[in-house]
């Protein structure tokens, strides 16, 4: 999996769990349920860091990270996005902690 795909399945992860946690404040969704955004968030980071270092195999060299400024105008606007969704999801859990506990 190259970087850019990486890139996108965070921002679209991080998406839905900002979305999950605001379904669970609303009532839509049974509040205890915002966990499952935790554990989506952390396995697919757990897995992006652990699969290449345990699977050599599976290491590919479809991109690497750069330096935020080495990236293209496109790619600024979406790693400004995924700082934004990525506060977001930690101000809805942290919100759902708060009235869960």
Do not use: D, H, Q
């Amino acid at each position: 999996m190259n970087i850019k795909t990486k890139r996108a399945a965070m921002l679209s992860l991080l998406a839905v769990a900002v979305v999950w946690n605001g379904l669970c404040l609303l009532g839509v969704l049974p509040l205890p349920y915002f966990r499952l955004s935790v554990f989506l968030l952390a396995g697919y980071s757990a897995a992006m860091i652990f699969v290449p270092l345990l699977f050599p195999a599976f290491r590919t060299a479809g991109g690497t990270s750069s330096a935020y400024s080495e990236l293209t105008p496109k790619e600024k606007r979406l790693s400004l996005v995924t700082l934004g969704l990525a506060a977001a999801w930690i101000v809805t859990l942290a919100v759902c902690v708060a009235y869960s506990g």
